[in-house]
């Protein structure tokens, strides 16, 4: 079982409309959970960061931790032909290494 | 916020000759970095764990004789990509913790730099 793992895609959604990415992990011990942004030929920009369980929202994002379930997804709401990208969830665990799973690519159609 | 930078940011060289990619903090100081390795297509995978002052950790299938990194100093990391071959072509990214912000280990954001393109023909 791979340590982090994404829904797969890729995911195509209209402008304006939401786009729900899901994470699932493996290790009950992580602690820190993070939403990147990567688009082609770029390297990894964050997102959003969660550690409690619960919402967290910023601006057009929201990330939801679940630690019993251990899931965590991000939800895009509003979502904009710039926001075309792979998105990564990465968890952290006790050695501060990030784990990543493999990406979901998102297509919004304007 | 804090900024990384990496240097060169495209690379290309024939089969058999060393790369060096530098990894820098630029504005805070980072005890330890990160480097990846990104095939395409393909999610970002850890090669090793740079910490100031000691030798590198790497993981499991990592070449430590192939991939020497040295991180001299609290802003600076660099990985060297000994006899590069066609097969090392990838996109190298490193990230560095900032220690200073918060030693709190909920909190273990890491900052990435804009990535290095290695082509080896």
């Known amino acids: 079982q791979k340590e982090v793992e994404q829904n797969s895609g890729p995911l195509s959604v209209p402008e304006g409309a939401i786009a729900s990415l899901n994470c699932t992990y493996s290790?009950?011990?992580?602690?820190?959970f993070f939403w990147y942004r990567q688009y082609s030929g770029k390297s990894p920009e964050l997102i959003m960061f969660?550690?409690?369980?619960g919402d967290k929202e910023d601006g057009r994002f929201t990330a939801q931790l679940n630690k019993a379930s251990q899931y965590v997804s991000l939800l895009i709401r509003d979502s904009q032909p710039s926001d075309s990208a792979t998105y990564l969830c990465?968890?952290?665990?006790?050695?501060?290494?990030?784990?990543f799973g493999a990406g979901t690519t998102v297509t919004v159609r304007a | 916020g804090a900024v990384v930078s990496q240097h060169p940011s495209r690379v290309i060289c024939k089969s058999g000759t060393s790369v060096k990619i530098e990894c820098r903090s630029l504005?805070?100081?980072?005890?330890?970095m990160f480097w990846y390795r990104q095939f395409p297509k393909q999610s970002l995978m850890l090669m090793a764990t740079?910490?100031?002052?000691?030798?590198?950790?790497?993981e499991q299938g990592v070449e430590k004789d192939k991939f020497l990194i040295n991180h001299a100093s609290l802003t600076l990391s660099t990985l060297t990509v000994t006899s590069a071959h066609p097969e090392d072509s990838s996109f190298y990214i490193c990230?560095?913790?900032?220690?200073?912000?918060?030693?709190?280990?909920?909190?273990?954001?890491?900052?990435f730099g804009p990535g290095t393109r290695l082509t080896v023909l």
């Open positions: 990230s560095a913790r900032d220690w200073g912000t918060s030693e709190n280990p909920s909190y273990n954001e890491q900052f």
């Open positions: 290790d009950r011990g992580s602690q820190s």
């Open positions: 969660i550690y409690s369980n």
């Open positions: 990465a968890v952290v665990n006790n050695d501060y290494k990030l784990s």
């Open positions: 504005d805070f100081q980072a005890t330890t």
């Open positions: 740079s910490n100031e002052g000691s030798k590198a950790t790497y």
